[in-house]
């Protein structure tokens, strides 16, 4: 069963607080949702996407130049091209 957008957003900050994300969002009340400029802002923060994906490398195939890019980068390139971005962090939920 597909989660609501908040309930993507509220579990994704929940998880990368977890790993070590801090961010002025931590200590707000996860009911309230956020507006859509400060979904983007934490969403794609590099600061948020390694706490969730983490910096480990993984190999991107050979039409990259460079394998063992940091699995963050590699996600937020991922997820800057899709319609839905909270739907693409829901799979990694």
Known sequence: MSMTNKEILVNAIA?????????PYSQI???????SQ???????????AK???????IDMGEAFRENGTPAYIYYLME?????EP???????L
């Open 79 to 83: 997820m800057v091209r899709e319609e």
């Open 38 to 48: 400060s979904l983007f802002a934490i969403i794609f923060s590099h600061s948020f």
């Open 29 to 35: 009340v996860m009911d309230t949702l956020l507006d």
């Open 51 to 57: 706490a969730f994906w983490g910096e480990e490398p």
């Open 15 to 23: 998880l990368s607080i977890a790993n070590g994300y801090i961010t």
């Open 86 to 92: 909270l739907k693409y962090l829901e799979k990694f």
